[in-house]
């Protein structure tokens, strides 16, 4: 039976009166179900009936009174190539019937040789067929817009016979003329890198001996000008009902670009990290000097003459007392030393004073000209939520650009300024001193590790500054 249950509309194009009543009998015979049969004697009433109707299935007689032979097909085919239609022939005209499927008929039946059954099962079939050849049509145009939607170069392997056919990608991508493009393995195999080449053949090689249904791979592939393009290749690896491979299908996408980003990236991160490293050692190396001359130009010299002292009074009982009282002072002024060069270099206790409490101190505790005002603004309070890490960097950052504010800006006012916005913390740090021209200008270790602890944290920095016009240093790192 039929895979509708739908009645059929017929048109039947027959200019014999005895053989449509002939045909009219085997279909009713036939008891498919039916609704209208529309009858036509020229090519011409036919051509008025199926713009009128739109049938589902269409009888031709190829011998008309207006038209005959193969022209009769054609000409009503232009016209319903979505309509399924079985031509009725002669005895005579058997072989032009047969030309006919050829051109798109779904069958052919010969007049006097054929009954009921066949008529059914000529119908069944013929629209089946139909169906089924619309559908292949539908998804060749799904195929072909598939293929000119994308920008990818199509190829498509014959495994059996070594052709390769390929999609217009060839050409704009690649820039090959049609004309020297040869459909053969060779060919493609002969444009891929020679240091790629056995990679290449021996991975998809490895897929087609291990059953696999899907290859993909990274290599240089050779333009037509002889540059090599980076290409990301995939294939699709079709088999027979026997699992065996017979074709391979594929989309090769430039990657040079991509590719050339990621090369760069990582020179960048590189760079980074050369930086960071550099910076790091010069620090080491500044905080060795600064602690070795403070300890060696204060610290020993206080305790030298505390030494001294000392010496002196065991050997003089008279001015003992003079002596160790001296001593005494000197020891308390030494202690007092090395706590203060402590601050400088052990972090402070952010969790427990917080990161405002721990800059006020540091403020305070900077040997500060009486010329230089200090004021901080850090009013927010998501500010002590972030983690003790971020905010020991920011203290560092400030401690960085207040020695530079002090060494070299001979400013009189500074003002330090952090705020929370969308998730990013913000320090400013503004002074009114002599400024500098930033394209002239070098980096010296203070901005230098100011601008690794900001990359690490993935952060932001600016410094707006001109010749007596001050300074601002601006930094953006994430919460």
Same mark, same amino acid.
């Given at each position: ?11 039947? #194009? ?59 097909? #054609? ?10 239609? /079985? ?13 006919? /499927? ?16 066949? $008529? ?16 292949? #049509? ?22 059996r016979t070594n052709e390769v056919l390929w999609n217009e990608g060839i050409t704009s991508i690649f820039g090959f003329d049609q004309r020297c493009i040869e459909n053969t393995i060779e060919w493609h195999h002969q444009h891929i ?48 009902? =026997? ?14 670009e991509r590719k050339k980003m990621q090369e760069e990236l990582v020179r960048s991160q590189i760079e980074t990290q050369k930086l960071i490293t550099q910076v790091t050692i010069q620090t080491q190396e500044q905080e060795r000097r ?28 008279? =001015? ?77 950052? #400030? ?26 913390? =913000? $320090? ?35 410094? /707006?500054?001109?010749?007596?016009k001050g300074c601002t240093l601006k930094i953006e790192i994430p919460g």
């Amino acid at each position: 039976m039929l895979a509708t249950s739908q009645p059929l509309n017929i048109l039947v #194009v027959e200019d014999n009166q005895s053989d449509f009543v002939l045909f009219r009998e085997y279909l009713k015979l036939s008891k498919l179900p039916t609704n209208n049969i529309f009858h036509a004697e020229r090519l011409g009433e036919a051509l008025q009936l199926l713009h009128e109707h739109q049938p589902d299935l269409i009888f031709l007689d190829l011998s008309l009174p207006d038209s005959d032979g193969i022209n009769s097909f #054609v000409r009503i085919n232009e016209e319903a190539h979505h309509i399924s239609i /079985i031509v009725l022939s002669g005895l005579d005209d058997k072989q032009i019937a047969l030309n006919t /499927i050829s051109l798109g008929a779904q069958d052919y039946l010969v007049k006097g040789e054929f009954d009921d059954k066949l $008529l059914a099962k000529s119908i069944q079939y013929s629209i089946e067929r139909k169906k089924i050849l619309q559908k292949v #049509v539908e998804n060749f145009e799904r195929y072909n817009t598939l293929i000119k939607a994308t920008s990818d170069t199509i190829w498509d392997w014959d495994l059996r016979t070594n052709e390769v056919l390929w999609n217009e990608g060839i050409t704009s991508i690649f820039g090959f003329d049609q004309r020297c493009i040869e459909n053969t393995i060779e060919w493609h195999h002969q444009h891929i890198h020679t240091e790629d080449r056995e990679r290449i053949l021996q991975t998809i090689d490895e897929c087609l001996k291990e059953g696999r249904d899907h290859w993909q791979e990274e290599y240089r592939y050779k333009s037509a000008n002889g540059v090599y393009k980076f290409v990301y290749d995939r294939g699709y690896i079709l088999k027979t009902e =026997h699992n065996k491979p017979y074709r391979i299908l594929g989309a090769m996408m430039d990657i040079t670009e991509r590719k050339k980003m990621q090369e760069e990236l990582v020179r960048s991160q590189i760079e980074t990290q050369k930086l960071i490293t550099q910076v790091t050692i010069q620090t080491q190396e500044q905080e060795r000097r600064e602690i070795g001359r403070e300890l060696h130009d204060n610290i020993n010299q206080i305790l030298a003459t505390a030494k001294l002292c000392v010496d002196m009074a065991l050997n003089e009982e008279d =001015h003992r007392r003079e002596l160790l009282s001296k001593s005494y002072e000197n020891i308390t002024k030494a202690i007092n030393e090395i706590r203060a060069l402590s601050k400088t270099l052990v972090p402070p206790s952010l969790g427990d004073i917080g990161l405002k409490e721990a800059l006020i101190e540091l403020i305070e505790n900077l040997t500060v000209s009486p010329e230089l005002t200090i004021r901080i603004k850090a009013n927010d309070h998501h500010i002590e939520n972030m983690s003790n890490n971020k905010k020991l960097i920011m203290y560092r950052i #400030v401690q960085e650009q207040l020695n530079n504010i002090l060494k070299h800006s001979g400013a009189t006012e500074a003002l330090i300024e952090l705020k929370t916005m969308s998730n990013w913390l =913000h $320090l400013n740090i503004k002074d009114n001193g002599v400024g500098f021209d930033t394209r002239k200008k070098n980096r010296g270790i203070g901005l230098n590790n100011i601008i690794s602890r900001v990359e690490m944290q993935n952060g932001k920095m600016e410094i /707006i500054s001109e010749p007596g016009k001050g300074c601002t240093l601006k930094i953006e790192i994430p919460g």
